[in-house]
């Protein structure tokens, strides 16, 4: 089973870039059969999707982050990453990878906090 | 931007059947999924493509995707199951989008 487990700072500065890191183990991240995912939930707030990436490098992004977000692939780390740029408090949130497929999102990492604070 | 609008709480008595409706523009054209979501936790998917059900979610989860509203329905509601609700929306269009959130509470 493809899992993914994500990793980063969990404090980031005021108009900085918060960058997360989404390792996938138990298979290979290439596989044609999914699409990876960053979806966020600010504390005691519903979820947000910010994008997802296919295998085949296609990227997909939430219109309302769109001028800010990066999503990428290494597949020489089966790892795919997330990047923000120009961070406020509102994008406090706990950040969560995902595994998709059929327009759904099957499996989730457990989550990592990011606090957006001087 | 499209938008899908869920109650923000619903009840349901133990054993009883819980309904959570979530509303879009044209919804039933679309492919909808259903998340759990307990304290603490990451999401749980529990229903996708409108009516189906991944291995190891138990048969009392069902789904339903027609004219405006998809409705997830949870028969013998038992306590465990007291949780938010999230449904979320596809197609090539919309991408993805998630309502704002149903909270369970069973008593």
């Known amino acids: 089973q493809l899992q993914p487990q994500e990793s980063g700072p969990g404090l980031v500065k005021p108009s900085e870039t918060l960058s997360l890191t989404c390792t996938v183990s138990?298979?290979?991240?290439?596989?044609?059969?999914?699409?990876w995912g960053w979806i966020r939930q600010p504390p005691g707030k519903g979820l947000e999707w910010i994008g997802s990436?296919?295998?085949?490098?296609?990227?997909y992004y939430n219109p309302s982050l769109n001028s800010r977000v990066t999503i990428s692939v290494d597949t020489s780390k089966n790892q795919f990453s997330l990047k923000l740029r120009s961070v406020t408090a509102a994008d406090t949130a706990v950040y969560y990878c995902a595994r998709g497929r059929l327009g759904t999102y099957i499996s989730w990492g457990q989550g990592t906090l990011v606090t957006v604070s001087s | 931007s499209y938008e899908l609008t869920q109650p923000p709480s619903v009840s349901v008595s133990p054993g009883q059947t819980a309904s959570i409706t979530c509303s879009g523009d044209?919804?039933?054209?679309?492919?909808a999924s259903w998340y759990q979501q307990k304290p603490g936790q990451s999401p749980v998917l529990v229903i996708f493509?409108?009516?189906k059900r991944p291995s190891g979610i138990p048969e009392r989860f069902s789904g339903s995707n027609s004219g405006n509203t998809a409705t997830l329905t949870i028969s013998g509601t038992p306590a465990m199951d007291e949780a938010d609700y999230y449904c979320q929306a596809w197609d090539s269009s919309t991408v993805w989008v998630f309502g704002g959130g149903t909270k369970l509470t069973v008593l």
């Open positions: 493509q409108n009516t």
């Open positions: 990436i296919y295998y085949s490098g296609n990227t």
């Open positions: 044209k919804l039933g054209e679309k492919y």
């Open positions: 138990g298979g290979s991240i290439t596989s044609s059969s999914y699409y």
